[in-house]
């Protein structure tokens, strides 16, 4: 599993400040590198054994920017970060912008890029694959407003009927949320057998979430599943018991991490984040917004 450490800071490049050209410029040296990486690991909490250093250093057009990848190892696979480093090494960011860009245009190629990351790999989908719309959600089945939000998407016409929207599951269980992680491990390993029945142990879990407990999880799994006739159920404890949907459910959050969820339940339409929990005119509207005007975003089937 790739951490991604979370940063917040940018720098804006204005003409004034572009250089003449690279050969003004010099690179990073490894002591220069290594006093950086020291930096990142104390500021982001890295753990010393965790080895953080500086991988790649990238100019950055042509001024005298930098664009540094660290990286360390920890337990549960490597540590990544990339930061924007000043001319002078004092300031670190992890964004930049270029005044001499237009916002619309790099706003629409960073949802375009974004929308690939978000298709990437194993995930559980309802609607067509060349629909004009994609939402992707990012969700925990212990959260309140996740629940909220499955009703809400229930009820959206443009999502149940007309093919014209695509809904993607991806799996966000939070930390604090004492039995979503097993909830997505159990939704994960049916996921793994077919699409039917990942949606309806889905639609099971949210509707009992009120019943639900660390205690009685293991329990109101089972019982919901049993329920479910095409899943079959030896594949299904097996899959539990081995823990084989774990890697799913780990890839899920580091994508989530990666494109900037901070909680759920979080929504990309077309790649175009929407925080929060929208009420049901305002998603409408945002969905016809991007049916009549966004790129059309096309995914293998899964």
Known sequence: MLTHLTTKACFLLLPGLMMA??????????????????????????????????????????????????????????????????????????????????????????????MGQLLEGEFAATGPAAAPVTIVLFSDFQCPYCKKMHALLASEPLITSGGRVRLVFRHMPMPAHQWAQKAAESAACAQLQNGDAFWR?????????????????????????????????RDFGDCLRRQTSLGMVLRDRQLGTLVGVKGTPTLFINGEPLTGLPDAAELHRRLEDAVGQAPRHVAAEN
């Open 21 to 114: 050209g690279a050969d003004v410029c010099r690179d990073v040296s490894p002591a220069e590198g290594e006093r950086l990486a020291h930096y990142v690991a104390q500021k982001y909490h890295v753990p010393v054994h965790a080895a953080l250093r500086m991988e790649s250093q990238q100019q950055v057009g042509e001024t005298c920017y930098r664009k540094l990848v660290f990286k360390g190892d920890g337990a549960l696979g490597p540590y990544q970060v990339a930061l924007y480093a000043s001319p002078d090494l004092r300031f670190l960011s992890s964004d930049i912008l270029d005044s001499t860009m237009d916002p619309g245009r790099e706003e629409r190629a960073d949802a375009e890029k974004r």
């Open 201 to 233: 142990l889905h639609d099971s879990l949210f509707e009992n979430q009120e019943k639900i407990t660390a205690d009685n999880v293991n329990q109101m799994v089972g019982d919901l599943s049993s329920r479910i006739e095409t899943l079959n159920i």
